[in-house]
C-alpha cells in the first residue's frame, strides 16, 4: 500500500501537464500567476514563455508555467518534482530562469538553506528542456563567511557572463547588491566582486534586493525593490537605477521608487523583465489590499512606459480584473496525484492514489498537525468537502481538511493549523499551535456512520465554519473560528487535507472538492 511520493509525483507531473492549469478569458487580466506566487520569474524560449516563482517550505520546489499569450499559464513541471535537493532542507525562493540560446539549455538559480552549515545560499540547476528533468549543480561557492539570495545573470557588452547576487542583510550593514563573474557552465563564481548599488535612499530603509537588469537604447537598467517584504506590515516598492556599464558607475533616479501601492495592489516587488516587440513588461510580486496577507503575493503583470528623459515608469492603473480569482477543483484521487498539492519540504510523505481514492499515510510531523497535502489559498471565500471512508482507515488515525498558517507572523515561524477530521470515535474541530493541539468542539462520530463528509468553509479569508454530515444533511460543529492570528509570514493560507496518528496507517479520503 505505501508508495514513495517521489516516484508517483513525477508520473503525475509527466502524465497530467494540464489537470491543474487555469484558463481566463482574453484581455490583459492580472493576477496572471494567482495565490501564493513570490518573485516570479519569466523567460522566452521560441515563441513560448515560461516561468517559475518562490515555493518557500513547500514542496515540489519551484513550478515551471508555461504560456503563449501570457494570460493563460499551464503548471508544466517542477524544477524539484521529488522534494527538496540533497543539500538544502528549507527556505526555497527566487528562482530565476534563465536560457542560454548556444547552449540550448534552461539554467534555474534559486536559494536554499543548506543543511550542514544552516547558511543561505545561491544555488544553480539546468534542464535540456523546461519539462526537465533538471540536474542540480548545488550551492555556488561565492564566500564561506557570508549567505548570498537573489542571484540574476546577465552579459557585460563584451559578452562575459556575470552573476549579480545579494548578501544577506546584517542588522547596522550596509545592504549591497554586487556582480561577480560566472563560468559559461554556471558551477564556478570567480574574480572580483563589483559592487552595483547599496541601500543610501530613505525609502529604501534597511535593504535593498531582488535585482533585475535589462538593456535599452545604450542603458543597463536595474529594477531591484526596497522596503519591508513580507510581512503584515510590509512597505516594499520598486526602484530603478541606470549605468553605461554593467560595472557601472550607476545613478539612481530621482523620482524613486517608481512603483508603490495603489487602491488594490500593496507592497509590490521583486521579479523580470521582459520585452515583447518595442515595448517592456515587468512580471513582480504584490499582496492585495485587502484580504492579501491570507492569499499571499501574487504574480502581476504590467507594461513599463518611459518618461522624456528615459526612465522607467508604471501608470499604476492595475486592477483586479480577474474578480474572482479562485479555480474550482473536484479530485477522486482515480489517477496519478495531481501536480498541483504540494507538502512540506521536510515531510516524509507516504500514499496510494486508486479507484478508492486516497490513502494518506498517518504521521504527528509538521509540529504534530500530521501528513499534509495542501493547496495555495486563492480566494478570500471558498469551501471545502472532503469525504472520509473509516471503513478503509486504520483504528488509530484522524483524516480530514484544514487550513494551514504559522504560529506567529514571523520568519521561520512553527506551523499551525486549523481543521477537522474523523477518525472512529469522534469527530472534532481543533486547533494546532506550537506543536499544542486544543479542541474547539467534538461529537461521536457514529452517528454519521463509516462514510463521513466533511466541510471547511472560509469567510473574509478568516473566518471559519466547521460541518460534517452522512450525506443527507450538514451539521455545523464550530462557527466564527478566527484564524486571523495564524497569518505565515510571506506565504499566504494554504488548505489542505491532513491524516494524523500512528506511522504506517492510513486515512482513506474518497474525494476532495473545493468551491
Given at each position: 500500500?505505501?508508495?514513495?511520493?517521489?516516484?508517483?509525483?513525477?508520473?503525475?507531473?509527466?502524465?497530467?501537464?494540464?489537470?491543474?492549469?487555469?484558463?481566463?478569458?482574453?484581455?490583459?487580466?492580472?493576477?496572471?500567476?494567482?495565490?501564493?506566487?513570490?518573485?516570479?520569474?519569466?523567460?522566452?524560449?521560441?515563441?513560448?514563455?515560461?516561468?517559475?516563482?518562490?515555493?518557500?517550505?513547500?514542496?515540489?520546489?519551484?513550478?515551471?508555467?508555461?504560456?503563449?499569450?501570457?494570460?493563460?499559464?499551464?503548471?508544466?513541471?517542477?524544477?524539484?518534482?521529488?522534494?527538496?535537493?540533497?543539500?538544502?532542507?528549507?527556505?526555497?525562493?527566487?528562482?530565476?530562469?534563465?536560457?542560454?540560446?548556444?547552449?540550448?539549455?534552461?539554467?534555474?538559480?534559486?536559494?536554499?538553506?543548506?543543511?550542514?552549515?544552516?547558511?543561505?545560499?545561491?544555488?544553480?540547476?539546468?534542464?535540456?528542456?523546461?519539462?526537465?528533468?533538471?540536474?542540480?549543480?548545488?550551492?555556488?561557492?561565492?564566500?564561506?563567511?557570508?549567505?548570498?539570495?537573489?542571484?540574476?545573470?546577465?552579459?557585460?557588452?563584451?559578452?562575459?557572463?556575470?552573476?549579480?547576487?545579494?548578501?544577506?542583510?546584517?542588522?547596522?550593514?550596509?545592504?549591497?547588491?554586487?556582480?561577480?563573474?560566472?563560468?559559461?557552465?554556471?558551477?564556478?563564481?570567480?574574480?572580483?566582486?563589483?559592487?552595483?548599488?547599496?541601500?543610501?535612499?530613505?525609502?529604501?530603509?534597511?535593504?535593498?534586493?531582488?535585482?533585475?537588469?535589462?538593456?535599452?537604447?545604450?542603458?543597463?537598467?536595474?529594477?531591484?525593490?526596497?522596503?519591508?517584504?513580507?510581512?503584515?506590515?510590509?512597505?516594499?516598492?520598486?526602484?530603478?537605477?541606470?549605468?553605461?556599464?554593467?560595472?557601472?558607475?550607476?545613478?539612481?533616479?530621482?523620482?524613486?521608487?517608481?512603483?508603490?501601492?495603489?487602491?488594490?495592489?500593496?507592497?509590490?516587488?521583486?521579479?523580470?523583465?521582459?520585452?515583447?516587440?518595442?515595448?517592456?513588461?515587468?512580471?513582480?510580486?504584490?499582496?492585495?489590499?485587502?484580504?492579501?496577507?491570507?492569499?499571499?503575493?501574487?504574480?502581476?503583470?504590467?507594461?513599463?512606459?518611459?518618461?522624456?528623459?528615459?526612465?522607467?515608469?508604471?501608470?499604476?492603473?492595475?486592477?483586479?480584473?480577474?474578480?474572482?480569482?479562485?479555480?474550482?477543483?473536484?479530485?477522486?484521487?482515480?489517477?496519478?496525484?495531481?501536480?498541483?498539492?504540494?507538502?512540506?519540504?521536510?515531510?516524509?510523505?507516504?500514499?496510494?492514489?486508486?479507484?478508492?481514492?486516497?490513502?494518506?499515510?498517518?504521521?504527528?510531523?509538521?509540529?504534530?498537525?500530521?501528513?499534509?497535502?495542501?493547496?495555495?489559498?486563492?480566494?478570500?471565500?471558498?469551501?471545502?468537502?472532503?469525504?472520509?471512508?473509516?471503513?478503509?482507515?486504520?483504528?488509530?488515525?484522524?483524516?480530514?481538511?484544514?487550513?494551514?498558517?504559522?504560529?506567529?507572523?514571523?520568519?521561520?515561524?512553527?506551523?499551525?493549523?486549523?481543521?477537522?477530521?474523523?477518525?472512529?470515535?469522534?469527530?472534532?474541530?481543533?486547533?494546532?499551535?506550537?506543536?499544542?493541539?486544543?479542541?474547539?468542539?467534538?461529537?461521536?462520530?457514529?452517528?454519521?456512520?463509516?462514510?463521513?463528509?466533511?466541510k471547511m468553509h472560509v469567510k473574509n479569508g478568516d473566518l471559519l465554519q466547521f460541518?460534517?454530515?452522512?450525506?443527507?444533511?450538514?451539521?455545523?460543529?464550530?462557527?466564527?473560528?478566527?484564524?486571523?492570528?495564524?497569518?505565515?509570514?510571506?506565504?499566504?493560507?494554504?488548505?489542505?487535507?491532513?491524516?494524523?496518528?500512528?506511522?504506517?496507517?492510513?486515512?482513506?479520503?474518497?474525494?476532495?472538492?473545493?468551491?
Open positions: 500500500m505505501k508508495v514513495s511520493v517521489r516516484v508517483l509525483l513525477f508520473l503525475g507531473c509527466v502524465v497530467i501537464l494540464c489537470a491543474c492549469s487555469f484558463e481566463k478569458p482574453g484581455g490583459a487580466l492580472n493576477p496572471v500567476l494567482p495565490g501564493d506566487s513570490p518573485n516570479p520569474s519569466v523567460v522566452k524560449i521560441g515563441e513560448t514563455y515560461y516561468a517559475s516563482a518562490t515555493s518557500n517550505e513547500w514542496s515540489p520546489l519551484f513550478p515551471i508555467y508555461k504560456a503563449n499569450d501570457l494570460n493563460n499559464w499551464e503548471l508544466l513541471s517542477y524544477v524539484f518534482p521529488g522534494g527538496a535537493p540533497d543539500w538544502a532542507h528549507q527556505n526555497f525562493f527566487a528562482p530565476e530562469l534563465s536560457y542560454d540560446e548556444q547552449q540550448e539549455k534552461l539554467y534555474v538559480y534559486y536559494t536554499g538553506r543548506d543543511k550542514l552549515t544552516n547558511k543561505i545560499t545561491i544555488a544553480v540547476a539546468s534542464a535540456d528542456t523546461p519539462e526537465g528533468p533538471f540536474t542540480d549543480h548545488g550551492p555556488l561557492i561565492i564566500s564561506e563567511n557570508i549567505e548570498t539570495i537573489d542571484a540574476f545573470e546577465i552579459r557585460d557588452r563584451d559578452n562575459k557572463l556575470y552573476l549579480i547576487w545579494k548578501e544577506v542583510y546584517s542588522p547596522g550593514q550596509p545592504s549591497i547588491i554586487y556582480a561577480q563573474p560566472i563560468s559559461e557552465d554556471r558551477k564556478k563564481v570567480y574574480g572580483e566582486k563589483h559592487e552595483l548599488i547599496r541601500n543610501d535612499q530613505q525609502w529604501e530603509s534597511e535593504i535593498v534586493e531582488g535585482p533585475c537588469i535589462f538593456e535599452r537604447d545604450g542603458y543597463f537598467y536595474l529594477l531591484y525593490s526596497g522596503g519591508n517584504c513580507c510581512d503584515i506590515t510590509c512597505d516594499y516598492e520598486i526602484g530603478v537605477a541606470r549605468s553605461k556599464n554593467l560595472l557601472g558607475p550607476w545613478e539612481k533616479y530621482g523620482a524613486n521608487p517608481i512603483m508603490t501601492d495603489n487602491e488594490i495592489w500593496k507592497c509590490p516587488g521583486t521579479g523580470d523583465v521582459f520585452q515583447e516587440g518595442s515595448d517592456y513588461y515587468l512580471l513582480f510580486h504584490s499582496y492585495k489590499t485587502v484580504g492579501g496577507d491570507y492569499i499571499g503575493r501574487e504574480g502581476l503583470l504590467e507594461k513599463i512606459h518611459w518618461t522624456d528623459d528615459d526612465w522607467p515608469d508604471f501608470e499604476r492603473t492595475t486592477e483586479m480584473t480577474l474578480e474572482n480569482n479562485r479555480i474550482d477543483y473536484y479530485d477522486d484521487f482515480s489517477k496519478a496525484l495531481e501536480p498541483c498539492w504540494q507538502w512540506r519540504a521536510t515531510q516524509k510523505l507516504s500514499y496510494a492514489t486508486g479507484e478508492n481514492g486516497l490513502m494518506l499515510a498517518a504521521s504527528t510531523e509538521n509540529d504534530l498537525l500530521g501528513s499534509l497535502l495542501a493547496q495555495p489559498v486563492k480566494s478570500m471565500n471558498f469551501e471545502v468537502t472532503a469525504t472520509i471512508d473509516l471503513s478503509r482507515s486504520g483504528q488509530a488515525v484522524k483524516g480530514g481538511i484544514l487550513l494551514i498558517g504559522a504560529t506567529n507572523n514571523g520568519f521561520g515561524a512553527p506551523m499551525a493549523g486549523l481543521g477537522i477530521t474523523a477518525g472512529h470515535d469522534l469527530v472534532e474541530v481543533w486547533i494546532t499551535s506550537g506543536k499544542e493541539k486544543n479542541v474547539y468542539e467534538a461529537v461521536p462520530s457514529n452517528r454519521y456512520g463509516d462514510l463521513i463528509k466533511l460541518s460534517v454530515s452522512d450525506g443527507d444533511q450538514w451539521d455545523v460543529i464550530a462557527d466564527s473560528v478566527d484564524a486571523s492570528g495564524y497569518v505565515p509570514w510571506g506565504m499566504g493560507f494554504r488548505w489542505g487535507l491532513v491524516s494524523k496518528g500512528e506511522t504506517n496507517d492510513f486515512v482513506n479520503i474518497q474525494n476532495v472538492e473545493l468551491i
